[in-house]
């Protein structure tokens, strides 16, 4: 399954180490980066300074397969413990935690 995550981070490096940190290493190539059960392409938003979560600094191509759902939860819960605010946007959005929202809040 595909998603879309806006993460408000300019440092795509830090936000690289964040999942490593959690999911292990990845076999990366530039901007791809492919863990086990997700593959993730993280690079700079052309948008960036839109009014709203359109314009986070980072947008990351989430390609998950088999628990789509719980792994996108977990990667946003990842960010909002790390204090970043991440918004997905996917098919699956009704699926997720707070509507695939965190608001970087540790709760």
Do not use: W
Not at 12 to 18: A, D, G, Q
Not at 26 to 46: M, Q, T, V, W
Not at 64 to 90: F, K, P, Q, S, W
């Amino acid at each position: 399954m595909y998603c879309k995550l806006f993460i408000n981070c300019d440092d795509r490096e830090k936000i690289l180490t964040i999942l490593k940190n959690r999911f292990g290493n990845c076999h990366s190539l530039r901007n791809d980066h492919s863990f086990g059960e997700f593959d993730i392409h993280i690079i700079a938003n052309k948008e960036q300074g839109a009014d709203s979560f359109l314009g986070y600094p980072a947008i990351a191509d989430l390609e998950i397969n088999g628990r789509y759902a719980e792994l996108t939860d977990e990667i946003l819960h990842i960010m909002r413990i790390n204090n970043i605010h991440t918004v997905a946007a996917c098919d699956y959005e009704d699926e997720l935690k707070h509507n695939g929202s965190c608001k970087g809040e540790l709760v």
